[in-house]
Nanobody, 128 residues
């Protein structure tokens, strides 16, 4: 099965930086798209940044110019570099990826399947 695991969250002061990592593991053939989402208490989850397998990136207006999403296809890793952090960036950050992966049925029988997977999230807290 495919798993995503985030790391790199923590407590920082306003103006500081953090780098989040997302590690994908399992029977992965290719990662189509990756995205970082965040959810603050009492608020809906929002898409922060995304990157396609072709390297096309997209950012929410609230983080544009401060956050950078990258990916390392060879390592099945995704990253979110967060600079100039603000207290309003405080949230649980989760990565999501659309992944083409192998599903084994035994006896050498398998098929390739595309699915969307989520990590459990990592807390980012920015103090003023």
């Amino acid at each position: 099965q495919v798993q995503l695991e985030e790391s790199g969250g923590g407590l920082v002061q306003a103006g500081e930086s953090l780098r989040l990592s997302c590690a994908a593991s399992g029977s992965i053939f290719s990662i189509k798209a990756m995205g970082w989402y965040r959810q603050a208490p009492g608020k809906e989850r929002e898409l922060v940044a995304s990157v396609t397998d072709g390297g096309i990136t997209n950012y929410s207006d609230s983080v544009k110019g401060r956050f950078t999403i990258t990916r390392d296809n060879a390592k099945n890793m995704g990253y979110l570099q967060m600079n100039s952090l603000k207290p309003e960036d405080t949230a649980v950050y989760s990565c999501s990826a659309r992944i083409l992966h192998r599903v084994d049925y035994g006896g050498g029988i398998y098929r390739m399947q595309q699915g969307e997977f989520w990590g459990r999230g990592t807390q980012v807290t920015v103090s003023s």
